[in-house]
Every structure is written in C-alpha cells, then in structure tokens.
C-alpha cells in the first residue's frame, strides 16, 4: 500500500477475519499509518473478543454504533491526510464514499501490502464435534 505515515486506517471486522494473522496485519500497517482500527456494527464484546485473541492492538474501534457514525466520529477525532476504510463488499464501500473515506476491498489491500489472506474454515478438529459415521 501506498501513502505516507499520515494515515488512519478503519478495518472492518469481517475484512479483518478475512486476513491469515490480523495481528501481524496490525503491527504491517502500524509502519506507515498513524492511527489502526477496526469498525463494525457488531457488539463490542464480539470485536473486543476477537481483538484480544488476535492480539491485535487498536487504536480506536466502533463501540455500540453503527460503522457510519463510528468511521465519521474516528475522521473528526484522528485529523490525518488520509482515512482509508478496508472492506469486504459493495455496501461497505459505498458507506465508506457516502461518509468521505477512501475504501479498499481487503482482497485488494492485503495483494498490495502483501499480506495473506486466511484459508477456508478447517473441519472441526475436536473428534466430539466431527461427524460420525457410526453414529445411528
């Protein structure tokens, strides 16, 4: 990715859970952006969860609301050059231009600064959670 250091950089959630290792994706864009983190319309909980096990360490997230308030409330507080909004899909980035952020699809972002985006879901290692073929 492009740009200098004066930068704030929104994850979605789900972009974010598209991504091999959020936390080293974290630490990546932390060398060229001034302020990282990540938004989405889920519950706190949820995102603080997944933060936490991922070790991903933020500079701001969205709270209890939706993700336009929370990328305009983050643009008024983080007074960069640039806010970049990393998405999935169409609807995040027409939220993204509808609010004044710039959007990248995460497919995109992770080609350009290299990273590497996550495998499908693994079977369910736990032989408990696996299906049986013995079972009646």
Do not use: C
């Amino acid at each position: 990715m492009n740009g200098g250091s004066d930068m704030t950089l929104a994850f979605e959630l789900e972009a974010l859970q598209m991504l091999a290792s959020p936390e080293a994706v974290f630490d990546d864009a932390r060398g060229w952006s001034s302020y990282v983190g990540v938004v989405s319309e889920e519950p706190t909980y949820v995102v603080t969860n997944f933060t936490r096990k991922n070790r991903v360490r933020q500079d701001f997230f969205s709270g209890p609301r939706g993700k336009a308030e929370s990328l305009e409330s983050v643009k008024r507080q983080f007074d960069t050059e640039r806010h970049v909004f990393v998405g999935v899909g169409d609807d995040d980035e027409a939220l993204a231009h509808e609010v004044g952020w710039e959007f990248l699809h995460v497919e995109d972002a992770a080609e350009s600064a290299e990273w590497t985006l996550a495998t499908e879901p693994k079977e369910a290692d736990d032989p408990d959670e696996a299906i049986r073929d013995d079972w009646p």
